[in-house]
């Protein structure tokens, strides 16, 4: 179908920016044409930039990265910028992200793992097979703005879960609260300012600056109409636990019509994913159920799908709010960051968001 | 005051048994006479059961017990029933204790850490400070069965501090509904059966079987009127995390009337507990709310008020349940197990529950 | 070429039976006809074995076992035993293996993760490529024990990286003397009696009984040659920390002839291992040497090679020994046990120790 | 006896200043007179210097500090020069303290736990009760160097307790070769640049920069004559495991005159400090063996004498060195760190190194 598209990486190095260079590895569409570096790395090829003076390795995604790959050089933001690219993934900070995702977006399209333009008007958070109508948005934000590209957000690592898991239940029983408790593991936390063992070993940290926020805003964007975020209320308490990938998630969710656990169970056992038939990065289900009350655990689960499905177990009936409860996993940096955002920029792709440039 | 009561420990030399036993360590009040163990330990000292054949040391609790303690013939439970004692602690498993303690009953007072009568109509689940009234059906416990003696149980460590600190809530605003996901230590498993490295490293267990019927049922017992459960739902899920000591809740609160997080916190700030005063295990408060919003954390305050001081964090306002949502921590083995029973037995004695026998 | 071979795990349902069924799935040559699981599980299938009263799985290896697998029904062992099969796998304890690996050997080849009979002068400890000769001490235990059958056990886990890293040294320097300290993972310890969340949170335990003599015998019976240990001394101590894959050892080497890190590296660069080409288990280097001196880390090394691959780093000289010192890491749930049994397996076939019965 | 000292802290707000700040609450001797912390910090209390803009507590180290400390200004280095002090405390890092410990020298003795001083041939690096003899050399740096003060560095946390455990035997045995292999816990890496849980997490790193070097070069030097370093071979590989404080180190000794685990232990457990007598800080005795074979353990061991006392276990005879093997544990950010330079402070003090200034 659609294929050689020529990638470029904003952040390669980074973590996120690494899990998508991870995601696009022999890629049958994307081929990494580019890679943008922070100016301590400008010069370098990447596989020096990945490499300390000691000799010690910086890649810390998943296998090891191609020949060809580490050999590309480390650009800045304008000698990127320059290059004759069809897609960027932006895997920068949000400070970054502002100023440069629009000046790429003039060009290009760019599909992003930072938060910076998430919450603009004409930005929709996009999950494939989740809020595929918001895609259209593109074409306003498009206009509106005079770009030839645009800005696609993914979501949050915390609020993926909990949208995908809401989604079927709000479709069948309209969703009216919600109540979550995240369990977050220390790779959603990067490397810069990331939690140190110190902090975390034998310990929770309650408390992560900003999270919560974030995940009721967008689950509440992601799961209304557009432009109308869903009516529902989301109220979140998001700690840190000591686990390497995966979010865990405890729900407890009100409905508007009758809801018990079975039929809460069997509305996300039929939740299917057509849209995302034929997509390299798809997995078989989005969604999946277990009735092993011992899961979904992180370690074990978290890689279900390649990483790419979202596992909910311990359904049970929630009479206080006339809903249901549940647990949820998903995992961080998979679905929640780099390989997600490459499965968004290949739905773009089939749906003719993306295409083969001049 | 009260003083030289002779003390029994049934279950001395597992988890539960050592804990009460440390917490027992230079007590002012009470002095172990007598140490009942399983049969496998039956004829040996107490430190020679602490020993493995190996040399390795079996006592597992803080700190290292007295020579006197140690040199105690560990007696099985029929010798132990034998000796003149004022008061014995229960630290056996469930099953044990369904024999065992209506035996011991029938001459002295028990204060146990088993499950097995919690929910008897008239066996109060006592917490010093919280629900003291409850303890007049100790009376009628004793004149109804025919006993000298009576059972009096401590909560659930999970119900511990989720009841602590709705107890000012509820006296202030009324609750209505408490939804609480519990991060639990592992220590609260024990050892035999006790939760595996294996099954934890790198990992959340997302079930704790009967833990949370447990906890919804001991926290209404205790914060009704007696006889009479609260009349709030109470829905949890607990999950076991990947620390020693210290079970972290959060709680989301709805309450009969206008509550927010000023008046909440005001509330607990000024819940004091001076009918503890003078108890030798008591702290200076039982609960305390601090602002600092990375707090509580298991590791760095679980040992506050020497693990007898509750610590309520984060508190928000939850508007979707016209309530407030807050983070809740205690120590699993100190307040919730077995330096608790010392308090309850402390308190059950001063008010004169329990008194040197003949 | 060989193929079809009818297998039996004796011990199907404990961790290490587990792993060898997932190193078994889709095998080529191998078909799992019968599973042998403890009275407990007799009479039931192999899945309903593995799940328990309340739906929990007791499936611990990686992945799910298939369909087909999981329908075969458990056997008790004089069951397992009356089974027409080409070769058996033993997966069970000491105890149990003392017992039954001897009735199976009489009818049948016997490849076993127990240490029941490492220590038999008849009996050699098998690492395909590292002491291939060894093998031919098969024919004198059948002929001596008038078995039809064999005993071929492999390794302790806590062996094998040692024995394969030391290999390369021993035969171009001649190794006179190893002090090695292993950094050991909690699943060596399996689940019966396995090592608690509770002891090794936050901790290190610097004890693993029996560990050390093992290690330091078995690391001479396979290097020397048949019959004769090697010349040289082993000590060890062995030490668990909170690792959930993988046994790391740090490793001083003093050796015959001259020696420094530059020549033991090339050494160890050299080792092939032609001798597994074309085994289905086998990976592409037995042994690896990595520069990056934050290398190997248990986490993000011990799947090398699919969990077939040791990998040494910190190549440094050791003067006080005129020697080496370096650091190793193997699997020890794969290479170190099921997996590795299963690739022993392969190795007779293909030399002819096993064959298609009648 | 004396008492009263006027002390500085140099880099209070770091996490080896709050634990020398830590090590001085209630101190009998000394009273905290002044803080220096970096230019961030200037122009604030201490107590608004360790709480961030968002409320969270940046005290790092146990308890909780006095508010008379809290309520101290932080001074830049110069304004803490101008201060009339006895002593300062130095710690900051190697390339601050190059800087400014020679400053500070230049009026008031200076102890340290930076590693700037250490190697230079008249500073002596000192653990009061092991190389008491070696502090006459600060007679020597004074006068040489002209300074009113002096520079009296402790050694790195990896070293003390290797050099601790190894004073007996050298003395009675005469130490020909070490080899060691450290578990070092997370806190020894501070906070800047502190260990990521995303590294350490069902990990071990092998590897800590300068480390080894650092540990060799110490111990031959604390336990040779002055001027002279101990003429034995001291090899070592440092790892760093999940534990946040407690460092274990495995140790194969050979020694000049024949020694066995029994004569080993005996040495170790006559090894007395008288020199600490009197001393606030020092605990009841430095060094203790321990014969169960499952400790020391760094969670259950690391704060026996209050966090001063070194731990040894699993005394056995090493035949290849004709010596002998042990593990070894020691706190590292008590007696390794700012406890343990309060108590060299306090040895100084008695022996009459520092005194109350005009």
């Not at 020096?48 to 020949?67: I, N, Q, V």
């Not at 690592?157 to 009216?176: I, N, Q, W, Y």
């Amino acid at each position: 179908m659609t294929q050689n598209l020529r990638v470029g990486v904003l952040g390669a190095t980074g973590l996120a920016g690494q899990q998508v260079l991870a995601a696009l590895e022999r890629h049958p569409w994307f081929r990494v044409a580019a890679v943008g570096a922070s100016e301590s790395s400008a010069g370098k090829s990447l596989g020096d930039a990945l490499r300390d003076p000691s000799g010690a390795s910086r890649w810390f995604a998943e296998g090891r990265p191609d020949a060809s790959l580490l050999s590309l050089p480390c650009l800045n933001d304008e000698q990127l910028l320059a290059q004759p690219l069809d897609l960027v993934f932006s895997a920068v900070s949000k400070e970054v992200a502002e100023v440069w995702e629009p000046r790429f977006a003039e060009r290009v399209p760019v599909v992003s793992t930072a938060s910076a333009f998430r919450y603009e008007p004409d930005v929709p958070i996009l999950i494939p097979g989740v809020n595929d109508a918001h895609a259209e948005a593109l074409h306003d934000q498009r206009r509106a703005r005079g770009w030839r590209g645009f800005i696609a957000p993914i979501p949050n690592c915390t609020t993926t879960g909990l949208a995908v898991s809401l989604k079927p239940l709000h479709d069948a029983f309209g969703v009216r609260t919600v109540m979550m408790t995240s369990l977050q593991a220390v790779s959603g936390a990067g490397r810069h300012g990331g939690v140190l063992a110190l902090d975390v070993v034998d310990n929770v940290i309650p408390f992560i600056p900003g999270e919560e926020e974030k995940v009721e805003r967008e689950t509440k964007k992601i799961l209304g109409h557009w432009g109308e975020p869903a009516p529902f209320a989301v109220s979140c308490t998001c700690t840190r636990v000591n686990v390497t990938d995966g979010h865990l998630e405890t729900v407890f969710v009100g409905t508007e019509r009758p809801i018990d656990s079975a039929t809460a169970t069997d509305a996300m056992d039929r939740f299917g994913v057509d849209g995302l038939k034929g997509l390299p990065s798809a997995p078989d289900r989005l969604l999946q159920v277990t009735t092993d009350p011992f899961r979904p655990q992180p370690r074990r689960d978290r890689n279900a799908g390649d990483g790419m499905t979202v596992t909910v177990g311990r359904m049970r009936d929630e009479p206080a709010l006339r809903g249901v409860k549940y647990v949820v996993l998903s995992h961080n940096t998979k679905l929640g960051a780099g390989k997600g955002a490459v499965l968004l920029a290949e739905w773009l792709t089939r749906e003719g968001y993306i295409e083969r440039g001049g």
